[in-house]
């Protein structure tokens, strides 16, 4: 039975890891803009927020 060089199993795996976490790294580095929602705009948004509020307190 031959001996095992656990070292440089170890050190392979690392290495294995390694390039599979550069090409995440990689995919993980696209920015996206926002997205408008057509015909939304923050007053309206805040204005139904309040109303689910008001509702529950209400209710």
């Known amino acids: 039975m031959s001996a095992r060089d656990l070292f440089a199993e170890l050190m392979q795996g690392v290495e294995d ?3 599979q976490r550069e090409g995440a790294i990689m995919l993980c580095d696209a920015t996206f803009g926002d997205i408008p929602v057509p015909g939304t705009q923050e007053e309206d948004i805040a204005g ?5 509020v008001s509702e529950r307190f209400t209710s």
């Open 17 to 19: 890891m390694a390039g």
């Open 48 to 52: 139904i927020e309040i109303e689910q």
